[in-house]
């Protein structure tokens, strides 16, 4: 074997470590790049969203018990459509929100929050209609005695904010896991090929 030859090997082989650790590279920084772009991508906004609703909800409890209080007409219809404008920016941010259903998890918290705001619906137009006639008492007590079924809405909507922050934490461990590995397994592989090149390198200049 010429002098010529055994450089190629030699060069080859560098080459070829070079090439198998940059594709490696390339694919974990994909990786961490996939992990930690869903907590920007996916959870900020699914959490943002679902913060959105509880804010319009919370505005459609205060305007419910402004409306038991209230007996001029015209202040009632303000209430009334301030009411449908929160609810129906509710139903734009939930429209929004189907964009961001990561699994089946977050699609079954989503359908249980469409529940419990149907059931928050009926009650709050109850109350209307026995404030519009006068029974602010009964709207009242009937407000009370369901309130239950307020608190659950509310608390559907904070289980499903605190289960998208799960996710959000679970991609950034994974991320850290995955930059980890990657360093120990690039550490490897240099010193794979540095010990690869010298073997060959050893044995060329014995010959």
Excluded: C
């Excluded at 906004?45 to 679902?50: E, G, H, Q, T, Y």
């Excluded at 459609?60 to 920016?89: C, F, G, P, V, Y």
């Excluded at 904070?158 to 998208?164: A, C, D, F, Q």
């Amino acid at each position: 074997m010429t002098v010529v030859q055994r450089l190629l090997i030699l060069i080859g082989s560098a080459i070829l470590g070079l090439v198998g650790l940059a594709g490696f590279n390339y694919v974990q920084i994909n990786k961490v790049y996939t992990a930690t772009n869903f907590n920007s991508v996916n959870t900020l906004p699914s959490v943002l969203l679902l913060n959105d609703i509880t804010a319009e909800l919370s505005e459609i409890r205060a305007s419910i018990w402004k409306h038991l209080t209230e007996t001029d007409d015209t202040a009632l219809s303000t209430i009334e459509q301030k009411i449908d404008n929160n609810r129906a920016s509710i139903d734009k941010l939930l429209k929004k929100y189907e964009q961001f259903l990561a699994d089946d998890e977050d699609k079954k918290l989503f359908q249980e929050d469409l529940s419990h705001l149907a059931e928050y619906d009926s009650l709050r137009l109850k109350a209307r209609d026995l404030s519009r006639l006068n029974k602010k008492a009964e709207a009242r007590d009937f407000i009370g005695n369901n309130q239950k079924q307020i608190d659950d809405l509310f608390a559907a909507f904070k289980e499903h904010s605190e289960y998208n922050s799960r996710l959000g934490d679970k991609s950034s461990a994974e991320a850290i896991s995955i930059q980890s590995s990657a360093l120990t397994i690039s550490i490897l592989i240099t010193l794979f090929t540095i010990g690869l090149i010298s073997t060959i390198g050893f044995f060329m200049t014995r010959k």
